[in-house]
């Protein structure tokens, strides 16, 4: 009997079948600006026999999200009882504590950053959801004392850190002055900026580019922090560009935690990489599921 998990971006999904193992046997993933023709898409790529699929998204009270599941609850009626979506950060630590970077370890916290954070929290292998579920809101947790508008709509945490606002602070430094190569690569453009045009910059030796990520690792070092010091793990796994681009972040983001954490908190926890890659929400959604059906 495979497991199916099925993640909901702001423009796309991402779905996998796998085994009670782990093993993914199939998977899937679709864009498009339509979530619910993008959910299906994804899922009709690893369906053999249609079955409801667990849901995970960044965020489970999202636009796209509630569409999806509306959507699959129609098709699939009495299929999902009580369950609701999963907050992806909560789905990737569960798959990183079953079979990944944190394998057998029963008190996890993991932090990730790609387009949006996330972060999830097991204490004795269950997951700390809150509430009312939106635990932990790690977009939310305020870094800088200066209120802003855009911190009020999307968190501070997640205006400095994610991908969209890595970019914007590089924007800025050109803007107010400084010279950066990234520029140069495209042709002025500063819409055509992207993530991977700051990371490609960082690596070349630029040095607003330097500068921005540096900044960037003080940002996820102290929330890092804050999550170890609140969770109190055995295991932090630090995911997303964290895992991805480990040569530019990894080790700046272990010191800075290391300032921010007292001695034996330190020596007594184990930091690492996430792997599992992207499909970790999907494939600990569906783990999730199928731990709570049995």
Same mark, same amino acid.
């Given at each position: 009997?495979?497991?199916? +998990?099925?993640?909901?971006? &702001?423009? +796309? $999904?991402?779905?996998?079948? %796998? ?21 299906? #898409? $994804? ?12 849901? #995970? ?31 992806? /950060? ?72 994610? #991908?969209?606002?890595?970019?914007? @602070? ?17 042709? /002025? &453009? ?9 990371? %490609? +910059? ?11 990520? @540096? ?30 681009? %480990? ?11 290391? @300032? ?7 020596? %007594? ?26």
């Amino acid at each position: 009997m495979h497991m199916l +998990g099925l993640e909901v971006f &702001d423009n +796309g $999904a991402l779905a996998v079948s %796998a085994d009670e193992n782990g093993r993914i046997v199939a998977r899937g993933q679709s864009a498009g600006k339509d979530p619910i023709a993008a959910a299906f #898409a $994804a899922l009709e790529k690893v369906w053999s026999v249609p079955a409801a699929p667990a849901v #995970a998204a960044v965020n489970p009270e999202s636009r796209a999200c509630v569409a999806v599941m509306q959507a699959l609850t129609e098709r699939f009626r009495g299929s999902y009882g009580d369950e609701r979506p999963v907050a992806s /950060g909560t789905a990737a630590v569960a798959a990183e504590a079953w079979i990944g970077a944190a394998n057998g370890a029963k008190d996890v916290v993991l932090f990730a950053v790609g387009a949006h954070t996330s972060a999830g929290i097991l204490r004795q292998g269950a997951p700390v959801t809150g509430a009312n579920g939106r635990a932990p809101a790690i977009a939310w947790l305020a870094l800088n004392p200066v209120e802003r508008e855009d911190y009020r709509k999307i968190g501070c945490l997640e205006v400095e850190v994610a #991908a969209p606002g890595i970019v914007r @602070r590089l924007i800025w430094r050109v803007k107010a002055g400084d010279r950066s190569r990234v520029l140069d690569a495209v042709g /002025g &453009d500063f819409a055509a900026i992207s993530i991977e045009h700051v990371l %490609a +910059g960082a690596r070349d030796g630029d040095g607003v580019a330097i500068s921005v990520m @540096r900044d960037t690792a003080k940002y996820l070092g102290m929330a890092a922090a804050n999550l170890v010091a609140i969770a109190d793990p055995e295991v932090l796994v630090l995911g997303g560009m964290m895992a991805s681009a %480990a040569d530019l972040l990894l080790e700046p983001v272990r010191l800075e935690l290391g @300032r921010r954490l007292p001695e034996l908190m330190r020596e %007594a926890l184990t930091v690492v990489p996430a792997s599992l890659g992207e499909d970790a929400p999907a494939l600990g959604a569906a783990r999730l599921a199928s731990a709570a059906r049995a």
